[in-house]
């Protein structure tokens, strides 16, 4: 199993960040199907293979991936579009 973890500053609000977490779980359930769900400021996805949990923090967020044995030759490549979207959304927070 392989993990990926990516942590970056915002200065968003709580509602500017819960619209970017639902942004981001409409992209990922139309590109890659499984499923997501809130609990509180945390936002969780499920995948076969694959887990990811997002922590809206007040002034972070953090996102940490565990990817299954048949796809953790692909962390490197989950690690640098986690980032890419993040410094998309967030800026240079």
Do not use: C, I
Not at 2 to 15: I, T
Not at 17 to 23: A, K, Y
Not at 26 to 52: C, F, I, M, P, R
Not at 62 to 85: C, D, I, N, W, Y
């Amino acid at each position: 199993m392989a993990k990926v973890y990516v942590e970056r500053d915002h200065q968003l609000d709580n509602g500017q960040l819960r619209e970017l977490g639902d942004q981001l779980a409409a992209k990922l359930t139309d590109k890659l199907g499984g499923s997501v769900n809130w609990q509180g400021n945390e936002l969780h996805y499920q995948q076969s293979g694959a887990k990811a949990h997002a922590l809206l923090g007040e002034k972070t967020v953090v996102v940490t991936v565990e990817l299954g044995l048949m796809m953790s030759a692909f962390a490197p490549m989950v690690k640098s579009e986690v980032e890419r979207v993040l410094d998309k959304y967030l800026g240079d927070s």
